[in-house]
């Protein structure tokens, strides 16, 4: 026999209003009041929170990594906005990376988001993808180091 569980009462905020849901989770936290806490959508929310960063971690590294091949590739075409873009990158992968776990992630996802970037900058420049590396020769350092200028 399955026996079904009622919905926490506060499921049904998360799914309406989500600021007030995480609003009164946080009260609950403060007051320790973990008995009323909501922990299925609290721990579905937190997940949720931490792929959201690894996925802004990746994708800011593709941008910037397409925006470094384009400047080495085609130095006569660059341009104040590609700098700009450059610059914005790295530092907010700085601060996304100030997280131990997200640098360790940068480390791990490098080589497929370079794979990604090398596509994107070969359809921007009109340059044939094999006009790039295979291989992306920097290291997360290397990509957050001032390159732009």
């Known amino acids: 026999m399955v026996t079904l569980r009622a919905p926490h009462p506060l499921a049904a905020l998360a799914e309406?209003?989500?600021?007030?849901?995480?609003?009164?989770?946080a009260d609950l936290?403060?007051?320790r009041q973990y008995d009323q806490i909501d922990p299925d959508t609290l721990a579905e929310?937190?997940?949720d929170m931490a792929k959201r960063?690894?996925?802004e971690v990746y994708n800011r590294l593709v941008v910037l990594l397409a925006h470094l091949l384009k400047w080495e590739f085609q130095p006569d075409s660059r341009s104040r906005s590609w700098?700009?873009?450059i610059l914005e990158q790295q530092r907010e992968l700085r601060q996304l990376l100030a997280s131990g776990t997200l640098r360790n992630h940068a480390a791990e996802v490098l080589a497929d988001a370079y794979t990604d970037a090398r596509k994107l900058a070969a359809a921007d420049t009109g340059l044939p993808r094999t006009a790039f590396p295979d291989e992306c020769r920097w290291d997360v350092n290397a990509v957050l180091a001032d390159q732009g200028e």
């Open 45 to 47: 929310y937190l997940t």
């Open 83 to 85: 700098q700009v873009t």
């Open 53 to 55: 960063d690894r996925r």
């Open 29 to 31: 936290v403060r007051a």
């Open 16 to 25: 309406t209003d989500e600021t007030a849901w995480l609003e009164r989770t």
